[in-house]
């Protein structure tokens, strides 16, 4: 850290004007003094006549309950082996019995700094909150207790505690489960939530910085008369620091002759631990790089390819292929495991990069379904499925030309999927991942082959900074955001992950960020099946102001996925019936940010409202898409109250492969607004995908436009694709790319799909570029126009 010094506020001792002191209670055993007072507090004795002012120099007995005002700090000495700094707007009372002191914070923020080396056998020093308690191990650490709700209603559930250790270290444990215990060493912090611990945090010295000089006191002194009392807590403070200083630890400087105002150096040079060592992806040569096959168990047809005619590696040099026909088991069947995952954890992020070729398509009948499935199997055996694709439902395009590798053929016309990237949270039973298998297969025929690219395939440990598993239930009525950040860089697995049976209900956002630059792989918010989050906020679940953003890497930044389906009775489809969240307002808003992300928003076997714009970009805001920004899966059902599904002002969207909204899987899309809305000199990039994709007998149906422009004008829709092959049908102007069976019956598109044309600009790449795309005799597309 180059010799950076970080000196402990809390620790410096700043000598306030001389008061008289207040009355000492002599039933009562004398704890500590009151070495410094900035401001005002005021102090109720267990057995006096209630709240008095406190001052300077006073004792400070057993079961007295301070109580600070606005912009007020105290520091109180206790016995010469700990300092309590007291911040602004805390309650707290101290309390002593069988060698045991104990800090009950009520409300507010507190430094506690012990010297355990002056502390006798069996002697303890604990603080606690509403909700957690924090055993001192011979540390300097915070606490801050903030109570939820606008009434503060008190009470274990209302209470967010945040422990901070700024050296040595402390224990930490909810009051409601205190084996549940947690270890905080030096640069560490960690919430509890209501009775919910979240994910031990790393505290960069930034932050540590703007955290103890927070317990500064600004305050100066030169009083005379009371040199003898200086003095002699000058003294118990020297001999504090000499016991809280680390082993061989830099000595701060000498404080000479100083009588008052002396800021005395409690706690020497800390130096920032190394960083907890990152477990990366458990796979062996998971990109196929070694060009062989080395760590994979092949099974059938499988082999390491450079091409297959103009298809290469999406990452890298080489990927594998998978495939029926020769070589295949039965001629059927190929498979490549890796097994002997290694990592422990409960949670994982599985990715893989996957191309679906067939035969089948376009000329075999539907009932020739060749299938292709990724999966993960724990350690107890439980197999959770991460990608399939089957010929059935996939939406293919034509190879121009017959092209062969690693012992497949694709003919000429035949089809191709093209590269997709899939992620999926996965929850593991047995304490960790056994085995990642990728596996295609024939159904109903053994003639027409068909083969899988495989490429970047990843499976990681995901520690989010709050995992609610178990039947656990967070409950936050506050109007702040769960998470709030302010300045800096922060970096993180997750935010949230909440698996079946578990819970969280929020009074205000999940996240808020200004001018805070965010590196977070996975998820901000992944739903798994059986889990619920809920908001009652009309703001956006996540805000960003300013920043460089990476959020859902790997992921996506919102990931929802239900379980259960039923028979609607009204249309006789068959529809997701979970509803994994539930919110007042969007989910995403930013102003003046830059994101980049795998996807915004992925709905998956769900059912989810919005009554505000999914994806909110203002004032010159810059958001890129890796896939498709907003996905919709397995019968789920999405439905936009608002003006808006995405809305984009003075800002800019770039979807670099994909759709800004795909629909598929018996899916469907209600906007009672226009699906997009630019303004202000707003551009969304489509670069290889189209404006709408429905397929795999979906719908959607938008009740305003396609597209509305607005503001002062100098907008921009750009769309490349090559979707339509030929020619595509127009619908009052709009191309649309009629695939797999659909036909002009399969759309209706009402005059109006473009609204305010004279405002913005529709480029579209070439003549076969569609800004729609319906795939599949049951898929349906409408659009109002209203």
Known sequence: ????????????????????????????????????????????????????????????????????????IVKVLMGGKAIVTIRELSVLTITEELGKTTINLTSGKIAVGVAKQRMQPGERLEVHTPNAVAAVRGTVFVVEVTQ????????????????????????????????????????????????????????????????????????????????????????????????????????????GGCVSGCQAPIIPTITLPPPPQVLGNLLENPGFETGTLAGWTPSGAAAVIQSIGPITAPNGQFMAIIHTGPGAVGGTTSRLTQSGLGGSGSLFNVTVSYNFLSNEWPTQQPFFNDTFIASVTDRNGVTTQVAREERATAVFHPTPSTISAGGFTLEAGNGIVGWKTVSKMVTATGGGLQQLD???????????????????????????????QGGAKLVKTGLDPLLDYRGGKETFDSAMV????????????????????????????????????TSSTTEPLVSLTGGTHALGTHVGIFDLAGSGTAVDPLTGQTVATDTPLTTGGGLLAAAGATITTQQVLRVDAALLEASAPIVALLRGSQLTSASDAIAVSGQSRLTS???????????????????????????????????????????????????????????????????????????????SNNLCGGSCALFGGIPVALLNGATVANVSIADGAVKNPSLGAIKYATATTALVSVSGAGSKVAVGGK
Not at 44 to 60: E, T
Not at 179 to 191: C, H, I, K, M, P
Not at 444 to 466: K, N, Q, R, S, W
């Open 148 to 255: 939820q709700g606008a009434q503060g209603t008190p009470g274990p559930l209302a209470a967010n505690t945040l422990v901070t250790c700024v050296n040595g270290a402390v224990d930490v444990a909810p009051r409601a489960n205190p084996g549940q215990n947690t270890q905080l060493t030096s640069f560490r912090a960690l919430g509890v939530v209501g009775a919910v611990v979240g994910q031990t945090l790393q505290v960069n010295p930034q932050q540590m910085g703007r955290l103890i000089g927070s317990f500064a006191s600004t305050l100066s002194s030169n009083h005379h008369g009371r040199d003898n009392f200086i003095r002699q807590e000058q003294n118990k403070l020297a001999a504090l620091a000499a016991a809280l200083a680390p082993d061989g630890a830099e000595k701060g400087p000498e404080q």
């Open 641 to 719: 109250h608002g003006t808006s599904l995405v809305a984009l002002d003075a800002s800019r969207l770039v979807v670099s492969r994909g759709a800004l909204v795909n629909v598929t899987g018996g899916s469907g899309l209600t906007v009672t607004g226009n699906l997009l809305t630019l303004s202000n000199g707003s551009t969304l990039s489509l670069l290889n995908g189209p404006l709408l994709s429905v397929s795999g007998g979906s719908f959607a149906s938008i009740g305003g436009a396609l597209v509305a422009f607005g503001g002062t004008g100098g907008n921009l829709l750009s769309v």
């Open 438 to 468: 990728f596996t295609v297969f024939d159904v109903g025929d053994a003639i027409f082959d068909t083969a899988t690219l495989l490429d970047a395939a990843v499976v990681e440990v995901d520690p989010p900074l709050y995992f609610l």
């Open 1 to 72: 850290m180059n010799n950076r010094r970080f000196l402990f506020a809390i620790a410096f001792l700043v000598l306030p004007t001389l008061s008289s002191p207040s009355l000492s209670w002599a039933q009562a055993p004398e704890l500590g003094v009151v070495t410094t007072l900035q401001g005002q507090a005021s102090v109720a004795r267990a057995s006096g006549p209630g709240a008095l002012p406190l001052k300077f120099k006073d004792a400070v007995f057993d079961r007295d309950r301070i109580q600070t005002g606005e912009q007020s």
């Open 498 to 533: 909440i698996a079946a049976g578990s819970s969280a209900s929020l009074g205000g956002p999940l996240l808020r960020a200004e001018g805070t630059d965010l590196s977070v792989a996975f998820s901000l918010l992944s739903v798994l099946p059986g889990g619920r989050f």
